[in-house]
Structures are given as C-alpha cells and as structure tokens.
Nanobody, 119 residues
Framework: QVQFVESGGGLVQPGGSLRLSCAAS????????MRWYRQAPGKERELVAT????????AYADSVKGRFTISRDNAKNTMYLQMNNLKPDDTAVYYC????????????WGQGTQVTVSS
C-alpha cells in the first residue's frame, strides 16, 4: 500500500524556518513528480510546490515563491520543503503526494504535519 509520511512541522515565530520531510513508499518514487499541499482551518487544500522526477524542474505557488524551496532525494525516496521567512498565513497542515498529470494518483494521503506560525 502506497504511503506518505510527513514530518518536521511545529510551532515557529514569524520570520522563522522549518524543514519538512516526506517519506514515500510502495511505489517507484523516482518516476513520479511530487507535490506539497497545505490545508488551513476552514479552507480548501491548496497546492504549494511541485518538483519533477529528477529535481531539476520546480514550481511554486505565488504565496510562497522566494521563501520555500522544494527538493528530493530519489535514493532515499524522500522529498523536502525548506520554509524560510514564515508568516502566520503559512499556518496549515502540510501534505505530500505524487503527481502523474493527475493529483493523488494512488488515492492515498498521509496524516500531514502541522505548521503553526505565531508569536
């Protein structure tokens, strides 16, 4: 069964940094693009960033561009999200998933990791 395990969230002050990790299993990680999403309370899940299979291609939501960096390590089946200069609006549960031209190709989501930005 395909699994995604997100970690690295926490409570941080505005302007602070966090690094999220996404450990994926039970599929050929290196052949799938990967995405980070987030869902704030009372809001729809939104796309944060996408990375291509080799890691050379990256795309970001306008709201995080210049502050967040997505990366991956295919040898470890792991994806990362480095988040700098965090803002209260970044508060959300962060999720990862594969992408193959369609979102959620395996019909599986992890538990997510909570990020709270507050003074």
């Amino acid at each position: 069964q395909v699994q995604f395990v997100e970690s690295g969230g926490g409570l941080v002050q505005p302007g602070g940094s966090l690094r999220l990790s996404c450990a994926a299993s039970e599929f050929t990680f290196s052949t799938y693009a990967m995405r980070w999403y987030r869902q704030a309370p009372g809001k729809e899940r939104e796309l944060v960033a996408t990375i291509g299979t080799s890691g050379r291609t990256r795309a970001y939501a306008d709201s995080v561009k210049g502050r967040f960096t997505i990366s991956r390590d295919n040898a470890k089946n792991t994806m990362y999200l480095q988040m700098n200069n965090l803002k209260p609006d970044d508060t959300a549960v962060y999720y990862c998933n594969a992408y193959s031209g369609v979102s959620d190709p395996f019909g599986s989501w992890g538990q997510g990791t909570q990020v709270t930005v507050s003074s």
